[in-house]
Nanobody, 124 residues
Framework: QVQLVESGGGLVQAGGSLRLSCAAS????????MGWFRQAPGKERELVAA????????YYADSVKGRFIISRDNAKNTVYLQMNSLKPEDTAVYYC?????????????????WGQGTQVTVSS
């Protein structure tokens, strides 16, 4: 059983930055692929960024490419999402998720464990 706990969300003005963290426990973090998803009210959950087990491969949604950076520290069992140049349309609950085979996957139902989510609100 893997537990994931997100932190770092909050309220920020447009153009500002936030860094989300997701701490994992209960498994072998260094072998897992990790993803950051978001869900805004009335919208489907979407993949924002993903990283493979080693950090050598990453994926970004077009909407965040060039603004967000996903990274991981396997010694700290933590994955990060650095969010820069935030826009009001980035407002959502952000979730981290893990999939156990270490690769990058794109659909939410391909992920095995989820955190509880952290709210990000970007004001205009």
């Amino acid at each position: 059983q893997v537990q994931l706990v997100e932190s770092g969300g909050g309220l920020v003005q447009a153009g500002g930055s936030l860094r989300l963290s997701c701490a994992a426990s209960g498994g072998t973090f260094s072998t897992y692929g990790m993803g950051w998803f978001r869900q805004a009210p009335g919208k489907e959950r979407e993949l924002v960024a993903a990283i493979n087990w080693s950090g050598g491969r990453t994926y970004y949604a077009d909407s965040v490419k060039g603004r967000f950076i996903i990274s991981r520290d396997n010694a700290k069992n933590t994955v990060y999402l650095q969010m820069n140049s935030l826009k009001p349309e980035d407002t959502a609950v952000y979730y981290c998720a893990t999939e156990l085979d270490g690769s990058i996957w794109y659909r939410w139902d391909e992920y095995d464990y989820w955190g509880q989510g952290t709210q990000v609100t970007v004001s205009s």
